[in-house]
């Protein structure tokens, strides 16, 4: 299993992810004026260590992690490393902490949840429009 997390192939996720390394913390980066958190993950198959930085969904201590890819028919590939993986590394300005992710069925905590996602960013609710899967959200305690 490889310690060192490894960058994103798509290119401005990777540069994302640079940013925040090269700064020490999610600070350095917003998108479309709006804060991130840099989420570290282990590959479902691979063991490998991965960077994920997503929009920051936060509540009382614990994060949100929204699996929209934008809408697309099929759920980000870091959804199913979650899935198999759930101790997630969760970083938020210079703070990293270890946390457990569970996905959220159907129902009131989701519901919740999609609120503050939405709220946080906007485009979450475009992105669920547009496709017929239920965007998957896991929270992180």
Same mark, same amino acid.
Request: charged letters at 25%.
């Given at each position: 299993?490889?310690? %060192?997390?490894?960058?994103?192939?798509?290119?401005?996720?990777?540069?994302?992810?640079?940013?925040?390394?090269?700064?020490?913390?999610?600070?350095?980066?917003?998108? =479309?004026?709006?804060?991130?958190?840099?989420?570290? +993950? %282990?590959?479902?198959?691979?063991?490998?260590?991965?960077?994920?930085?997503?929009?920051?969904?936060?509540?009382?201590?614990?994060?949100? =992690?929204? *699996?929209?890819?934008?809408?697309?028919?099929?759920?980000?590939?870091? $959804?199913?490393?979650?899935?198999?993986?759930?101790?997630?590394?969760?970083?938020?300005?210079? +703070?990293?902490?270890?946390? +457990? *992710?569970?996905?959220?069925?159907?129902? *009131?905590?989701?519901?919740?949840?999609?609120?503050?996602?939405?709220?946080?960013?906007?485009? $979450? *609710?475009?992105?669920?429009?547009?496709?017929?899967?239920?965007?998957?959200?896991?929270?992180?305690?």
């Amino acid at each position: 299993m490889s310690e %060192t997390p490894e960058l994103s192939p798509t290119d401005w996720v990777r540069e994302q992810t640079e940013k925040v390394l090269e700064a020490g913390t999610t600070d350095a980066v917003e998108l =479309m004026g709006m804060k991130i958190v840099l989420f570290t +993950t %282990t590959g479902a198959k691979s063991g490998k260590k991965r960077y994920t930085p997503l929009m920051r969904v936060e509540e009382n201590g614990k994060y949100a =992690m929204v *699996a929209s890819r934008g809408g697309a028919p099929k759920h980000p590939l870091w $959804y199913f490393n979650v899935k198999a993986n759930p101790q997630v590394d969760v970083q938020d300005g210079d +703070t990293v902490k270890t946390m +457990t *992710a569970r996905e959220l069925p159907m129902g *009131a905590e989701r519901d919740h949840w999609w609120e503050l996602a939405v709220a946080a960013y906007p485009p $979450y *609710a475009e992105y669920q429009e547009k496709t017929t899967r239920v965007i998957p959200v896991f929270v992180l305690e």
